[in-house]
């Protein structure tokens, strides 16, 4: 006899649908088998990660005097995480004035001059 499979969900033998039968031995070893090719399947294709990330972060603006101030930081963290500014400050390479990154009420970096 043809060997008995499950496809979508269904019972199939010579690619015939067949019906589910109360109480048959051969379906449920069947079942028994896809489920065991199942599990196997879920640990083989589990992944485990370990990675670290650098991103760099840029900023740059016009200082006062018009003098373009550039800023770049490497950090560990995601790309929209703009926490890596703040505290940290740059100065005019023209003028010498000194600025910080903060955040403003509407949650936008900008550079506040403290010099």
Same mark, same amino acid.
């Given at each position: 006899?043809?060997?008995?499979?499950?496809?979508?969900?269904?019972?199939?033998?010579?690619?015939?649908?067949?019906?589910?039968?109360?109480?048959?031995?051969?379906?449920?070893?069947?079942?028994?088998?896809?489920?065991?090719?199942?599990?196997?399947?879920?640990?083989?294709?589990?992944?485990?990660? =370990?990675?670290?990330?650098?991103?760099? +972060?840029? /900023?740059?603006?016009?200082? *006062? #005097? &018009?003098?373009?101030?550039?800023? %770049?930081?490497?950090?560990?963290?995601?790309? =929209?995480?703009?926490?890596?500014?703040? +505290?940290? /400050?740059?100065?005019?390479? *023209? #003028? &010498?004035?000194?600025?910080?990154? %903060?955040?403003?009420?509407?949650?936008?970096?900008?550079?506040?001059?403290?010099?």
């Amino acid at each position: 006899m043809p060997e008995l499979i499950i496809k979508n969900g269904k019972f199939y033998r010579n690619g015939i649908e067949e019906g589910p039968e109360i109480g048959s031995v051969e379906q449920i070893n069947c079942l028994k088998e896809t489920n065991r090719k199942n599990e196997e399947a879920k640990k083989s294709i589990g992944v485990d990660t =370990d990675y670290e990330c650098t991103t760099t +972060g840029t /900023a740059e603006f016009r200082c *006062v #005097c &018009g003098e373009k101030v550039y800023y %770049e930081v490497e950090f560990e963290g995601t790309p =929209d995480d703009d926490d890596c500014f703040v +505290g940290k /400050a740059k100065t005019c390479r *023209v #003028c &010498g004035r000194r600025y910080e990154f %903060e955040f403003d009420a509407d949650y936008k970096l900008i550079a506040k001059m403290t010099k």
